[in-house]
């Protein structure tokens, strides 16, 4: 299962990004996705979830009430709207398909497929 991850780039802080993560229909609606990211020197950390039919969501705490996760199934897409870009979230971001439909996990153990990572840079 391919996923492919797009819409990183360069951001002047306070600034917003939209990041998709676009999957295969069969292998992608019925499931939870989550986005991850890791920062130079920094393990990779759980950003944001959402399950296969949107009703939950779960966020990190840097994140909440600045970043919105959402999926548009009809596109097997699903996005992280980022807004408030802070220095600090400047990162790989790399979209996951989580092992499972109904919970939101922050593990990566959890996922069995990753994305190929976007780079987010926000300038101060």
């Known amino acids: 299962v391919q996923l492919q991850a797009s819409g990183g780039g360069l951001v002047q802080a306070g600034g917003s990004l939209r990041l998709s993560c676009a999957g295969p229909r069969r292998a992608f609606n019925n499931y939870a996705v989550g986005w991850f990211r890791q920062a130079p020197g920094k393990e990779r950390e759980f950003v944001a979830a959402?399950?296969?039919?949107?009703?939950?969501?779960d966020y990190s705490d840097s994140v909440i009430g600045r970043f919105t996760i959402f999926r548009d199934d009809a596109e097997t897409t699903v996005y992280l709207q980022m807004t408030s870009l802070r220095p600090e979230d400047t990162a790989v971001y790399y979209c996951a398909r989580s092992l499972y439909s109904r919970s939101t996990d922050r593990l990566e153990k959890d996922y069995a497929y990753w994305g190929q990572g976007t780079q987010v840079t926000v300038s101060s």
């Open positions: 959402i399950t296969w039919d949107g009703r939950s969501r």
